[in-house]
């Protein structure tokens, strides 16, 4: 399992963040980012979105729960899917299930979930973890597990 920290002072750090993200979970695809409001979680999954060539708008999906992108895997040249998933306005498991989010987590596509405590128990075992932390002087610190 991988474990690294990394402190960022600014935004325009987040493209190599992103880049060291995505070689480090290798062909991992689950991934769970935890963070306060404005932490930014989002921005970062822009950045990697970007990264793997989505052209679509990426926004937080706080309201819509799940929006999805499309992009052109590098390696095979098929057109992949990515989930982005936001559970925060959600309260119980059941509500995650009834939208048909283990669809989402158990399929060969990349899927990033803001909020995802409430869906731990259902989560795959090879996901990863992005916790990201506010510091002081409004750096982050940004953990993979």
Same mark, same amino acid.
């Given at each position: 399992?991988?474990?690294?920290?990394?402190?960022?002072?600014?935004?325009?750090?987040?493209?190599?963040?992103?880049?060291?993200?995505?070689?480090?979970?290798?062909?991992?695809?689950?991934?769970?980012?935890?963070?306060?409001?404005?932490?930014?979680?989002?921005?970062?999954?822009?950045?990697?979105?970007?990264?793997?060539?989505?052209?679509?708008?990426?926004?937080?999906?706080?309201?819509?729960?799940?929006?999805?992108?499309?992009?052109?895997?590098?390696?095979?040249?098929?057109?992949?899917? /990515?989930?982005?998933? !936001? &559970?925060?306005?959600?309260?119980?498991? =059941? #509500?995650?299930?009834? @939208?048909? %989010? *283990?669809?989402?987590?158990?399929?060969?596509?990349?899927?990033? /979930?803001?909020?995802? !405590? &409430?869906?731990?128990?259902?989560?795959? =075992? #090879?996901?990863?973890? @992005?916790? %990201? *932390?506010?510091?002081?002087?409004?750096?982050?610190?940004?953990?993979?597990?």
């Amino acid at each position: 399992m991988l474990t690294k920290e990394i402190s960022i002072l600014n935004e325009g750090q987040i493209p190599t963040i992103a880049q060291e993200l995505l070689q480090a979970v290798g062909n991992r695809k689950k991934i769970a980012f935890h963070g306060q409001i404005g932490a930014g979680k989002t921005t970062l999954i822009k950045e990697i979105c970007r990264q793997l060539g989505v052209r679509e708008q990426v926004c937080s999906p706080t309201y819509g729960i799940i929006n999805q992108y499309s992009y052109t895997d590098a390696q095979t040249g098929e057109s992949r899917l /990515i989930h982005h998933i !936001d &559970l925060y306005r959600l309260n119980r498991l =059941e #509500e995650a299930l009834d @939208i048909g %989010i *283990e669809d989402s987590l158990y399929d060969d596509d990349f899927c990033f /979930i803001e909020w995802p !405590d &409430l869906i731990e128990s259902i989560l795959p =075992e #090879e996901f990863i973890q @992005i916790k %990201i *932390e506010i510091l002081e002087n409004s750096g982050r610190k940004i953990i993979f597990l």
